[in-house]
Every structure is written in structure tokens, then in C-alpha cells.
């Protein structure tokens, strides 16, 4: 079979590999669609992966199921998590698998074929498209969604988005269906254009001549309900702080190291509430659907798709101003 190898310095090539074997509490999937996430390019650009590749979002159809598995058959369509829980604590009996204190990760999706345990997979309905599943069932929409969830009994009325990336770009999407003003703050011109595009009401190009917590705040009159740190930097995060109103939600999707903050000037003197945000639940795969159902234009957010022997390419993609950047696999 083909799988992606990740060399480093900016190259991916193509190996031919045995397809991986069912072991017991596992399954092969046959891959139809897999996406490339922004964190996969540190490796990509630095030095690469040893054992293929990082793909951590993908879909398709189960060819071998091994000894025990019951929850899903050969021939199921799904889409894999790739965080999986332990299976027996009670997170994981909740779904709540990234909360599990043994959770494991699973990667090496761009690929023909790949592995995963059976209770990874989410199966898709009939009516749920590929492009739709792979985004829903990973972390390329799972993100945003679960994002949403920390702030929806606040019902906020503004949301600005820092970084517009393919998850911030997924806020957007989302975050204006729900019926928000969105902001959409970046420092690249065509992002902006993308997000306008997904249903921002407004943009910001954040260069060296604007103070973009100055512009928020006048946009809003005192400051966006909430703000999300989809950027991974430093200067974002602190200016979260200075663009949420008082009493205003702050979240952080974006990695990144530590960030100086004070808890009187940040947090205690404004009421402001600061909440951090890890891929998604396994659970919330079914409101997603729903959601879809209902109209959510979950991909809208697919701006390149290429077959897997042009995954250099996809790669590419990923390092100029697009939004998910989808693998096909004929």
C-alpha cells in the first residue's frame, strides 16, 4: 500500500508499505479521505517522522476487524478519532476520551490503509458525505464545535477570532450559522478574503500600523463577548485580554509556550473568565451531524483537495492561505 513519509525540510514522498494487520481490539480501514492538520507541519518543515507521517484526521470503509471487535463490521464507513480512551474509566463510558488519563494517539492516516481501536471509529450515515465525515469526525470541525461548547450557555452575541487558519476558519463557519457577528482578525490578506468568504461580518488585518484590540473595541463598543486564540502566539493571547469586554469569555485553541499574564490586570479586575480547548469529545460527533443536518456548511471549510500522489502538494497547500486541505485515495 501508499503512505505518506514525512522526511523533514519540507519534503513528503511516497512508500510502499504491507498493509497493517487487525489486532485484536483493532481495525483496518481502507482510506477514502484524510485531512492535513496545521500541527503536522512542525514535522513536515522540521524533521520529519520516523515511523510515516502525522495524519491524525481521516475516513473510510473498515476492511478487517480483529479478534473481539463487535461494535463495528467489515464494510462500515467511519471516521477515526485519534485520541482513544482506555475504554473502561468513566470519561470513557461518557465518550469523553480526551479526558481519559490513558488516553493513546493515533496517527499515520495518510495512508491506503491504517489501524485504529474499533472504539475509535464513529460510524457515518448513509446521508453524511465523505468531505463532510472527515471534518465531523475529526478534529478539522470536532475542534471549533467543541470549542463553541464552552461558551454556549452564554449565548454571546460577539465572537472575535484570532488566527484564521483552518480552525479559526472553522469558527467562523460555525460561530456565524449560530447567528454571531464574527470578527476575524489575521496578519494575511487572503485569510481575511477566506473568512469573509465562511461568514465573517468583519476583518481586521492585524499589521504593525493597527491596534487591533482598539479596533475591536470600537467595533463592539467595549469589547467582543468572547475571543478565540486560534493563532498559537504570545501577542494574540495578551491581546484576547485587551479585546474581550469585562466580564468576557477568553479561549485558547492555539499551542504555544508560556505566555506572561496577571491575574489582577487580566483576570480578577475584569471578571474575565480564560478557558483552554483540546480537539473534541468522541461524543459530540453525533450534534455535529445533527448540525449539518440543519444547514452548518461544514465544507465550506475545504478550499484544496489533491489524490495521495500528490500529497507534496497538499502539503504545499497548507503552508500558504487555505482552509482544510483534503487527501483523496481513488
Not at 495524519?55 to 479478534?67: F, K, T
Not at 487572503?190 to 468568504?197: D, F, G, I, T, V
Not at 463592539?220 to 493571547?237: K, L, Q, Y
Not at 489582577?264 to 480547548?277: L, N, V, Y
Amino acid at each position: 500500500m501508499k503512505i505518506a513519509k514525512l522526511i523533514g525540510n519540507s519534503e513528503v514522498r511516497i512508500e510502499d508499505v504491507p498493509i497493517p494487520v487487525a489486532e485484536p481490539g483493532f481495525v483496518v480501514i481502507k482510506t477514502v479521505m484524510s485531512a492535513i492538520c496545521g500541527s503536522e507541519m512542525h514535522g513536515y518543515r522540521g524533521k520529519g517522522n520516523a515511523t510515516g507521517n502525522s495524519g491524525h484526521e481521516a475516513a473510510g470503509v473498515i476492511s478487517a476487524v480483529g479478534e473481539g471487535v463487535d461494535i463495528v463490521h467489515a464494510g462500515d464507513r467511519v471516521a477515526a478519532s485519534a485520541v482513544v480512551g482506555c475504554g473502561e474509566c468513566d470519561y470513557c463510558r461518557k465518550g469523553q476520551y480526551t479526558w481519559c488519563p490513558k488516553f493513546a494517539g493515533y496517527s499515520n492516516m495518510h495512508a491506503e490503509y491504517f489501524t485504529v481501536p474499533a472504539r475509535a471509529c464513529n460510524k457515518l450515515p448513509d446521508d453524511l458525505p465523505w468531505d463532510v465525515g472527515v471534518l465531523v469526525g475529526g478534529d478539522g470541525f470536532g475542534v471549533p464545535y467543541h470549542t463553541s461548547k464552552k461558551f454556549e450557555a452564554e449565548n454571546p452575541k460577539t465572537v472575535a477570532i484570532f488566527g484564521l487558519g483552518p480552525i479559526g476558519l472553522g469558527s467562523v463557519i460555525l460561530q456565524s450559522f449560530l447567528g454571531r457577528t464574527v470578527i476575524g482578525i489575521d496578519r494575511v490578506t487572503p485569510r481575511l478574503a477566506l473568512a469573509k468568504q465562511m461568514g465573517a461580518s468583519m476583518t481586521i488585518l492585524a499589521d504593525a500600523e493597527t491596534d487591533v484590540p482598539a479596533k475591536i473595541r470600537e467595533i463592539t463598543g467595549g469589547g467582543a463577548d468572547v475571543c478565540i486564540e486560534a493563532a498559537g502566539s504570545p501577542v494574540t493571547a495578551k491581546q484576547c485580554f485587551t479585546s474581550v469586554r469585562t466580564a468576557g469569555h477568553v479561549i485558547f485553541n492555539g499551542e504555544q509556550g508560556a505566555v506572561e499574564l496577571s491575574p489582577s490586570e487580566h483576570f480578577i479586575r475584569r471578571d474575565i473568565t480564560a478557558t483552554g480547548s483540546w480537539f473534541f469529545h468522541f461524543c459530540e460527533f453525533p450534534e455535529m451531524v445533527a448540525l449539518w443536518r440543519k444547514g452548518l456548511p461544514v465544507e465550506t471549510l475545504i478550499t484544496h483537495t489533491f489524490p495521495i500522489d500528490r500529497i507534496g502538494e497538499a502539503y504545499r497547500a497548507m503552508e500558504g492561505e487555505s482552509g482544510k486541505v483534503i487527501v483523496t485515495y481513488g
